[in-house]
């Protein structure tokens, strides 16, 4: 099986810092387009950050100029680097990755999620 895996998640103050991790794990023959998304409560799910495999980010208006997505593919990671939180940032932050799985009838594209990791923002 395949799995996305965040970490990072936490309780910070209004203008702080915070760096998410998410690890991909599993038989997977490539990581392909990965993203970050985020949902508050009673709220839709929504997109923060899309990173390339060969790491052409993009950013939604709300982050962009405050937060920065990167990948390491030998350690299969994307990161969000959070600068200046708001407490509009508060959300359970969530990775998604389209990821090609080996079949024996060939490899499969696949758009898998992890479970999410809670950003609170307060004071």
């Known amino acids: 099986q395949v799995q996305l895996v965040?970490?990072?998640?936490?309780?910070?103050?209004?203008?702080?810092?915070l760096t998410l991790s998410c690890v991909a794990s599993g038989k997977i023959f490539r990581i392909n387009d990965m993203r970050w998304y985020r949902q508050a409560p009673h709220?839709?799910?929504?997109?923060?950050?899309?990173?390339?495999?060969?790491?052409?980010?993009?950013?939604?208006?709300p982050v962009a100029g405050r937060f920065t997505v990167s990948r390491d593919n030998l350690k299969n990671t994307m990161y969000l680097h959070m600068n200046k939180l708001e407490p509009e940032d508060t959300a359970v932050y969530f990775c998604n990755a389209d990821l090609d799985i080996p079949t024996p009838f060939g490899y499969s594209s696949t758009n898998n999620w992890g479970l999410g990791t809670q950003v609170t923002v307060s004071s």
């Open 6 to 17: 965040e970490s990072g998640g936490g309780l910070v103050q209004p203008g702080g810092s």
């Open 43 to 61: 709220t839709n799910r929504e997109l923060v950050a899309s990173i390339t495999s060969g790491g052409a980010a993009n950013y939604e208006n």
